[in-house]
């Protein structure tokens, strides 16, 4: 999978630069806060080039994000680098796989944003995940997540995306491609990207593969032991219940 996001680290950033990270940062504390009221640190599972990190740090809180790109960490150590120090004093990132690393520290809250847990798309990779964020999280600590929510997706059902953008140096064309692997509740997107350098309008093709699980929330549930307790389950941003109309949920877990 590092090497899909090593391409797609070129222009991740471009890509969505019209995503909301301030206000999904500012979710996230609000759900922090809420639960674990005293939390200053954090771990993110996934963090990609530090854009949720770097709001979250603007908040006030410690966060060490993990990635397997080495690609995206380099431009997440460069945003970090453009901050005010005493921004930048609260963000550091490392290199790591979301099933295996042990930063061998506690935090009061571990993340996982963009849909990354949709990412673990075996049985065993989900079980692995749960244990990294289980193996870091103090005592009665937070994990948040997103995911794709399974019963909307088999409603909705995924469809062929084109998505065009540029900045002053390139253009981009993403063409998306999904096909449902419905017995192995897997949607395998294809993306055919064409990027256009504006200086000498050579144009390079990049294809990618995204595997992504749909996920029902009594799977969920029997990827964790008693040891966590689910807090909420619910649709992601609105806060609303999970529906058929909610491709993005979000499931908030204490560590007893």
């Not at 080495?70 to 979301?98: C, H, I, N, Q, T």
């Not at 019963?151 to 995924?158: D, G, S, Y």
């Not at 799977?219 to 389950?233: F, I």
């Amino acid at each position: 999978m590092s090497q899909v996001f090593d391409a797609y680290a070129r222009y991740y950033d471009l890509l969505y630069r019209d995503k909301d990270y301030a206000g999904e940062s500012e979710y996230v504390a609000a759900h922090i806060r809420k639960q674990v009221p005293q939390a200053k640190r954090i771990l993110e599972l996934g963090c990609g080039t530090g854009a949720h990190a770097e709001y979250l740090a603007r908040m006030g809180y410690t966060i060490h994000g993990v990635d397997m790109s080495e690609a995206m960490l380099y431009r997440a150590e460069a945003r970090k680098a453009g901050l005010p120090p005493e921004v930048a004093a609260r963000l550091s990132f490392s290199l790591g796989d979301v099933r295996s690393v042990r930063t061998g520290k506690k935090y009061d809250a571990v993340i996982s944003l963009f849909h990354v847990i949709s990412y673990q798309t075996t049985n065993a990779d989900m079980g692995a995940a749960f244990d990294t964020a289980a193996a870091h999280l103090q005592s009665e600590g937070l994990f948040l997540f997103d995911f794709w929510y399974g019963p909307a997706v088999l409603t909705q059902l995924p469809e062929v995306r084109v998505k065009r953008l540029e900045d002053e140096e390139v253009k981009v064309t993403r063409i998306a491609e999904p096909e449902l692997l419905v017995n192995d509740n897997i949607v395998e997107v294809n993306y055919t990207v064409f990027i256009e350098a504006k200086s000498t309008n050579k144009i390079i093709q990049l294809s990618e593969k995204h595997r992504l699980r749909y996920l029902f929330l009594p799977e969920l549930e029997g990827y964790r032991d008693s040891s966590w307790k689910e807090l909420v389950s619910q649709e992601w941003l609105s806060d609303g219940p999970l529906s058929v109309d909610s491709w993005s949920g979000i499931q908030l877990l204490s560590r007893i």
